[in-house]
């Protein structure tokens, strides 16, 4: 079982519940069709690309589980809301700051359990204040490093607060799900 | 593990009880302190902790002259000199005006023309993130660009003052010592007396002169022109407000010192209590500087209908990635690095519409009018305004949720007033509040 490194929340908010199961991976069947953007609370946060039209996703050969990076560390993990990927991240420099710009260390990875580098995705980080009703005011940009290895350049958590952050991820197959972060910013 | 701050309260000679605490790793229930008639939890005395001291400002790499001494007297000196204007008669000093706070008193700003926005104060700009109601300048020296040929404020061009530079022997100096020599600029030809770029309007004789001119020296005029914006901004980061009564207050807590802890009034205190809770003031005006440095839309009802097209932030992140002067440019002295990374994570959505810089708080009390065009003539008018939301303009695109009516009363209203008025610093230096003797140093 992944862990799941979410920061409790004080005050209850009926979708977050909603948001826990799906980020559990409650289902770990792979879907069929089309790509699902998990959407939570508030206003949409659209991500601005153009998704693809769905597509089957590819029968993968099973492959040797590697060593997750971090594994014990200071990283977060979450599956994505259908299971298909694992979305592993830090801050770079240890904490995350308030209001000030920072970098986000990320892992991705093809399954739950037996983790594969996921190489050559493209990776959207977003998020939303759900008290507030808006979202960040920047747009991060995200370079693969290593295989499966990205750095997200551009963060900013303008203010403190319940933060949902989002991470998509789309793979070269164009098949994009969501993984769902809450952290509540001192 | 959360550290918990242990507060003892003792008593102050007469009836004033004073308090100190230290950080210990106890997780003992505080209780919470009374600090004369008011009480404060202990988070929301750890809350009133981070809003004082005001650090130092933070650098700004894409300046490198920002701390160089000789820069910010060059750039005091055009601040006050008037002869950096169309007309012989503006300077920045004309709308902001050190008797006056660094701001004017009216409600748009007016010098050869009139503008949509209320002048800004100069407080601690400094800190800013962005500059401009709307943000359209992610710098300070970009900031000063602006003023400075636009046909409403100093209406004159780049060229023009390029060429006072090289007239006058002490400025031509005071520029020298800190950006090195000046090109020379005597041919008429290639260096028209006065002209700019102007992008809307290409049959203006100053755009005819600027495209008359050859890439190379017009790239001469524009860094000579950015190296006074650089100057100014030198000269700007000097006007701070950070001793405050609010801060010896602050001080006083931490030190556990009553007479400090009484340079606020009971009233002051009770209204920084509204201020962190009730009134939810400090959901935006965070920090020491008391702003979140970003955007909202407090839907504050234009001065007139005619402005009340004013897209603000919407349009603000616009004219910023498009500038030439951003941190990601050419004339930045940091293009590749940290001094880019504001204007290179730029988003831009629907939200923005119509949203305003928070101003600081910082010697509010002075400044007034309030708000991006001067519409609330008094504090008074503003606590009001967001204890009712009265006439608050409709949103069409999502609202600041965080923008409720808060239901003050008149007394609480007044307390907040006395908060507000516990931030008023009038310790700068005399000698920066008037042209210096010469602009260079001696």
Redesign the interface.
């Given at each position: 079982m992944v862990p799941l490194a979410l920061l409790p929340r004080p005050r209850s908010l009926a979708l977050s519940g909603l948001l826990l199961l799906s980020a559990c991976g409650a289902d770990r069947s792979r879907p069929e069709g089309a790509a699902s953007l998990s959407q939570v609370g508030g206003?949409p946060e659209v991500v601005e690309v153009d998704l693809e039209p769905a597509v089957q996703p590819p029968r993968r050969p099973s492959v040797e589980p590697v060593e997750a990076p971090g594994e014990g560390s200071d990283f977060r993990t979450a599956t994505s809301a259908a299971g298909r990927y694992t979305v592993r991240w830090r801050p770079v420099g240890g904490e995350v700051p308030n209001?000030r710009?920072f970098e986000l260390d990320v892992w991705l990875y093809r399954g739950t359990e037996e983790l594969e580098p996921l190489s050559g995705a493209r990776l959207y980080v977003s998020g939303w204040m759900p008290?507030?009703?808006?979202?960040?005011?920047?747009?991060?940009?995200a370079s693969e490093q290593e295989p499966g290895h990205y750095l997200v350049?551009?963060m900013?958590l303008?203010?403190?607060?319940f933060w949902q952050v989002f991470f998509d991820v789309i793979d070269a197959n164009g098949i994009s799900e969501r993984a769902a972060f809450e952290l509540e910013l001192p | 593990m959360r550290r918990r701050l242990l507060l003892l309260a003792a008593a102050w000679l007469s009836s004033w009880p004073f308090l100190s605490w230290a950080a210990s790793g106890q997780d003992s229930p505080a209780p919470d302190v009374l600090i004369g008639t008011v009480q404060f939890s202990d988070k929301e005395l750890a809350r009133i902790l981070t809003l004082s001291p005001l650090p130092d400002p933070p650098s700004d790499p894409t300046n490198a002259v920002e701390d160089d001494p000789r820069a910010a007297r060059l750039g005091q000196w055009i601040f006050f000199d008037p002869r950096f204007s169309g007309n012989g008669e503006v300077s920045c000093s004309t709308c902001h005006l050190p008797s006056r706070s660094w701001t004017d008193g009216r409600t748009v700003a007016e010098a050869t023309g009139v503008l949509e926005r209320h002048t800004m104060s100069l407080w601690n700009v400094a800190y800013n993130r962005w500059f401009f109601w709307d943000g359209r300048a992610d710098t300070l020296w970009s900031q000063a660009l602006g003023p400075l040929e636009d046909p409403r404020e100093h209406a004159g061009s780049r060229l023009q003052y390029a060429h006072l530079l090289a007239a006058d022997a002490q400025l031509e100096r005071a520029y020298e010592d800190v950006f090195g020599a000046l090109p020379e600029l005597g041919d008429e030809q290639r260096f028209p007396a006065a002209g700019r770029p102007v992008l809307d309007n290409e049959q203006d004789p100053l755009h005819v002169a600027w495209e008359s001119m050859r890439p190379a020296d017009q790239e001469q005029v524009t860094r000579i022109f950015t190296n006074l914006g650089k100057a100014l901004a030198a000269y700007q980061r000097q006007i701070l407000s950070r001793s405050a009564p609010f801060d010896l207050f602050v001080e006083g807590l931490r030190e556990g010192n009553g007479r400090k802890q009484r340079m606020i009034t009971d009233s002051a205190r009770r209204g920084l209590k509204l201020f962190l809770d009730k009134a939810r003031c400090s959901?935006?005006h965070?920090?020491p500087n008391f702003t979140?440095?970003?955007?909202h839309n407090n839907r504050v009802p234009p001065l007139e209908d005619e402005f009340s097209a004013d897209q603000g932030r919407y349009r603000g992140i616009e004219l910023v990635m498009q500038s030439p002067f951003n941190g990601a440019g050419r004339y930045s002295d940091d293009p590749d690095g940290e001094g880019a990374?504001?204007v290179?994570?730029?988003?831009r959505?629907g939200?923005n519409y119509q949203e305003f810089k928070t101003p600081s708080l910082r010697n509010v009390a002075a400044t007034a009018p309030y708000m991006h065009q001067g519409q609330f003539a008094r504090l008074e008018d503003v606590l009001h305004y967001y204890s009712t939301l009265e006439n608050a303009m409709p949103t069409h695109h999502?609202?600041?949720?965080?923008l409720q009516p808060v239901g003050l009363s008149q007394v609480e209203m007044s307390d907040l007033i006395s908060f507000l008025e516990s931030l008023t610093d009038t310790s700068l230096p005399a000698e920066l509040l008037s042209p210096p003797p010469t602009p260079h140093v001696e």
């Open positions: 206003e209001n710009h008290d507030h009703g808006h979202g960040l005011v920047v747009s991060p940009k350049r551009g900013l303008h203010m403190g607060g | 959901i935006c965070t920090g979140d440095m970003e955007f990374v504001k290179s994570y730029l988003r959505t939200h999502s609202a600041e949720k965080i």
